[in-house]
């Protein structure tokens, strides 16, 4: 029957897998991560992937020593947010969004939330790195 023989393969599934069962370990979590790093590289359109991701999300929303930084996390605008990403990823400083931004103030006063990105600016940064302007926004 396909119910006992789906709720083997669930079960068999939550045994490989102990974070799809709700386990909360940290071994668990970690090898999770690894599972998941392994098949963004070789199956990213694996419907497994698209699971394991949920649950780590679920687990770290869940840890109490990243609560405060998913509050502060969830409370930064997207396109500040977004342009944190591209210096940490491409190892930039306030002072190279010049062209894109303008001066090194300006960046710094945007980071720190006292004022936005700018339509153009928008424009500049999606045009700069090829990327949606709905990142930024």
Do not use: H
């Amino acid at each position: 029957m396909i119910t006992t023989e789906t709720l083997s393969t669930v079960n068999n599934l939550i045994k490989t897998i102990p974070l799809f069962g709700g386990c909360s370990s940290e071994k668990e979590y970690e090898q999770a991560l690894e599972l998941s790093e392994y098949l963004l590289d070789n199956d990213p359109q694996s419907p497994i992937l698209t699971m394991l991701i949920a649950k780590i999300e679920e687990y770290e929303d869940n840890l109490p020593e990243l609560a405060e930084f998913n509050e502060r996390i969830a409370k930064t605008p997207t396109g500040v947010a977004m342009l944190r990403v591209l210096m940490d990823q491409y190892g930039l400083n306030q002072s190279d969004f010049e062209n894109e931004i303008s001066k090194k103030s300006l960046v710094s006063r945007i980071l720190n939330g006292e004022r936005s990105l700018t339509i153009e600016a928008i424009k500049r940064l999606s045009e700069r790195f090829g990327l949606p302007v709905q990142l930024f926004i």
